[in-house]
């Protein structure tokens, strides 16, 4: 039971906590400032064999969309960055040894960090922008596809197939 039961105090807990001690302490400030949580794009679809993961990342993005709107009147920004596949240890340690790497839609933590960086601070704008971006071109396409495009239980269905592929289950 540790290991799913982790993912929920790291990922919903955790991030509730200090995204609730960080917006206090922006707040008193009374200057422009903001968070930045991290998401997932499997927070946006679901997947097999690894739905709980999946289901705190969409927390993560619905709890950003919510303080972006509640936030932004004090000048404060919420953004959730909707990663896709980031070339990082525990991504790279994700991976059986007979697991398929997606090498054509990896991306590398600083493209990341840069593009969710450059839509951080729409609250301080005379317009303001998004609660989440999804980082990298190609991965804007496929949640548009996945998400606006394709029935639910299909675009689930291949987002675990996918996950399979990677674990070395399929």
């Not at 922006?26 to 993961?53: C, D, H, Q, T, W």
């Not at 601070?121 to 495009?149: C, E, M, Q, W, Y």
Request: proline share 2%.
């Amino acid at each position: 039971a540790g290991d799913f039961l982790s993912s929920i105090d790291v990922n919903v807990k955790g991030v509730a906590a200090a995204t609730h001690a960080f917006g206090k302490q922006l707040k008193a400030r009374g200057v422009p400032g903001g968070v930045v949580l991290m998401s997932s794009m499997v927070g946006e679809i679901g997947s097999a064999f690894v739905a709980n993961y999946a289901a705190t990342k969409a927390y993560i993005t619905t709890l950003a969309e919510g303080l972006y709107d509640e936030w932004w009147s004090q000048g404060l920004d919420a953004l959730a960055c909707v990663a896709g596949a980031t070339i990082t240890p525990t991504y790279l340690s994700s991976f059986s040894d007979t697991g398929a790497r997606v090498s054509w839609i990896e991306q590398e933590p600083f493209e990341v960090v840069s593009e969710c960086l450059a839509n951080l601070g729409s609250s301080t704008s005379a317009t303001r922008r998004t609660s989440a971006v999804a980082t990298g071109a190609l991965n804007k396409v496929i949640l548009l596809i996945f998400t606006r495009l394709l029935p639910r239980t299909v675009a689930t269905q291949i987002f675990g197939h996918q996950t399979s592929k990677m674990l070395g289950i399929a």
